[in-house]
């Protein structure tokens, strides 16, 4: 079996284009609820939800009946036919969300559900200025990618006219250095004062994420959300919330947004919505859609509206209510976070813990007092992690550090959690 495995790891790396540095030094061959078993049999606890889109774990068994059910019926028809699944899909999102977001598009990634955002902002104001945060991550499309702001960005030519950035709110690690810990909003304040300045006037959209994920965890706090709205409103800019990773129950709220006292124009889910099958959509207000459709809106292609991935979704929403998902995810982060702080009170490299929910952070640090970055050392833990049994993501980029984003399935259970934990602590031990 040895021999086997390190064969099919050698063919993969002479077979398949790297699409994101190395493959992981492991094949999966199955995955049920927190674990994946490598094709040693190996189990090993997954605190990333796969690609974070797993939200009630793998291989769910209401995910698999749909999977039986739903091939027997449509699996893929023109874009312009609709299918029950479509329509149900959307009363289902729309009944839990306010009156002013009422309208769906349903598509495959969180790329595609934002560029319609920003192709209907676009269209709806006239402008073509979109402003995003610093350390975001909104895809990997050319729009999605022109207001991404993370390590992708380097070596593909010029990005899209319009692409506006200001500082995201990291509070470890104020970005203009004015504060420590505790963020005023004055990035805010300067952000929007210095894209004036750049600015031709031609103002469309602001795009956020309620936790800059690939940012290293920043989140964004009510009071700030609010100041953000408001500078928005002042300048025109409709404001659309990317929810790929925060909705569906994750920070413990059916959408991050109802922390807010904000609804922003744009709603957009990925990840979550399809419990680990494409699926994403694009939801705005009657208003906004109908002048969209008036000027001629077209956003055709090959699987918009796909019966059998909406029939995920519906398998998600009814997860996600019936088990009350939300609820538990707050039950079980508190658990978790608190335990990572005790952890943090015994590892010196532990310099910051963040989130909320089941979407949380730890930053590796070489010194607290410094808080200087020690990626190296969070690259050996991750290492380790794997070694003992546990899968964990680091996020590194220049001026960051090195995080961890700990996001395992809503469906963990305590013993899991104790089980993550005390590979975690292990690790730290053996790579200090």
């Known amino acids: ?135 975001s991550w909104h895809g990997m499309t050319a729009g999605a990618q022109s207001y991404t702001y993370s390590k992708t960005r380097k070596g593909y030519g010029p990005a899209m006219v319009g692409s506006l950035m200001i500082p995201a709110p990291y509070e470890y690690r104020c970005p203009i250095e004015h504060c420590k810990g505790s963020c005023d909003n004055t990035c805010l304040e300067v952000g929007m004062k210095m894209i004036d300045q750049q600015s031709v006037g031609e103002y469309a959209a602001f795009i956020a994420e309620p936790i800059l994920s690939a940012a290293g965890m920043i989140e964004l706090k009510p009071s700030y959300v609010l100041r953000l709205k408001e500078l928005c409103d002042e300048r025109g800019l409709l404001l659309i919330f990317d929810e790929a990773q925060t909705a569906l129950g994750r920070l413990g709220y059916t959408f991050a947004f109802e ?99 089941l979407l949380l952070g730890i930053e590796i640090v070489k010194n607290r007092e410094t808080r200087a970055p020690n990626v190296d050392l969070g690259d050996k833990i991750s290492d380790r992690c794997l070694e003992l049994g546990l899968h964990m993501n680091i996020v590194r980029m220049k001026g960051y550090g090195g995080v961890f984003r700990i996001a395992p399935p809503l469906t963990i259970t305590r013993d899991e959690i104790d089980i993550g934990v005390s590979i975690l602590d292990q690790a730290i031990e053996d790579c200090s």
Request: net charge negative; with cysteine; proline share 3%.
């Open 259 to 357: 922390e807010y006292k904000v609804i922003p124009d744009f709603l957009t889910l990925s990840k979550t919505l399809g419990g680990g099958l494409p699926l994403a959509a694009t939801i705005t207000s009657k208003e906004i859609e109908e002048q969209c459709y008036n000027k001629g809106f077209i956003y055709m292609t090959s699987h918009v509206s796909d019966p059998f991935c909406a029939a995920f979704g519906l398998a998600t929403m009814q997860i996600l209510l019936e088990d009350k998902m939300a609820e538990r995810a707050q039950r079980m982060g508190s658990y978790l976070k608190k335990q990572l702080l005790e952890l943090q009170m015994k590892h010196e490299c532990i310099g910051d813990v963040r989130g909320k929910g």
């Open 1 to 135: 079996m040895q021999d086997l495995y390190l064969q099919e790891l050698e063919q993969a790396k002479d077979l398949l284009i790297r699409y994101g540095g190395e493959f992981s030094p492991f094949i999966v061959d199955t995955a049920s609820g927190s674990y994946m078993y490598d094709l040693k049999g190996r189990a090993i606890l997954d605190f990333t939800s796969g690609q974070m889109c797993s939200v009630f774990g793998h291989n769910h068994p209401r995910v698999l009946d749909v999977l039986s059910r739903s091939g027997e019926k449509a699996i893929h028809l023109m874009s312009s036919i609709l299918s029950p699944p479509v329509i149900e899909l959307a009363k289902k999102l729309t009944n839990e969300l306010p009156e002013s977001l009422s309208k769906c598009i349903f598509l495959n990634t969180g790329s595609e559900s934002n560029e319609v955002a920003i192709r209907m902002a676009k269209l709806v104001t006239g402008g073509f200025e979109i402003v995003g945060f610093s350390g």
